[in-house]
């Protein structure tokens, strides 16, 4: 699963299409400044187009090192929706020459993982609580995950130092099927020192 670099300046631009002099729209009748995350990725916008794509991918990588081991591809980030895709390489192979179980759980944890951290508020920190994943039929070629946020759940996350939310998350293979049903369940807790 290749994507041409026009689509993903395209997809970027879109996913960056405000200033940080405009507030992103949480709900009809709310709105949520940008966070930390959201402000640098912002940020890129004074990238050329022509590489504002690799530059978030490298920002993003290296915020989570192991992203890059896999190659994962961050194709889009909002508030409230990210994809990321995976291709089908040989240092995600599993033994008969898919994606690996474990570079599943990557996928889903860094789309569910990310959507939050563009969400949650510059004093908290998002950390994975529990998952569950159901592994449904094999998966064809390279796969793509889609993790979602509701309009309430956003607005929680910004109402309180600490709480926890079950993130949705939709993974499909290059055939456009769901071979795994997963799910996670994110906290968000206060980010400074720990109280005993």
Avoid: Y
């Avoid at 994809?83 to 599943?104: F, P, Q, W, Y």
């Avoid at 159901?134 to 709480?163: E, I, N, P, W, Y």
């Amino acid at each position: 699963m290749r994507f041409d670099d026009t689509a993903m300046d395209t997809a970027l631009d879109t996913a960056m299409d405000t200033t940080l002099d405009t507030v992103l729209e949480a709900g009809p009748r709310s709105v949520l400044p940008p966070n930390r995350l959201q402000r640098r990725l912002l940020s890129l916008r004074k990238v050329p187009r022509a590489f504002r794509a690799a530059a978030q991918n490298l920002v993003l990588r290296r915020a989570v090192p192991f992203t890059g081991t896999a190659k994962l591809q961050f194709v889009s980030m909002v508030p409230h929706r990210v994809e990321i895709a995976l291709d089908n390489h040989k240092a995600v192979h599993n033994h008969i020459g898919g994606i690996h179980a474990s570079a599943m759980n990557l996928l889903a944890e860094t789309a569910t993982g990310m959507v939050v951290g563009l969400n949650v508020r510059d004093d908290c920190i998002p950390l994975a609580k529990e998952l569950r994943m159901a592994f449904k039929r094999r998966a064809t070629g390279g796969l793509r995950a889609v993790a979602t946020l509701t309009d309430a759940q956003r607005l929680a996350m910004q109402a309180s130092d600490k709480g926890e939310v079950k993130v949705s998350v939709t993974m499909t293979d290059e055939a456009g099927v769901n071979p795994v049903e997963c799910e996670f369940i994110w906290a968000w807790i206060p980010s400074g020192p720990r109280r005993s």
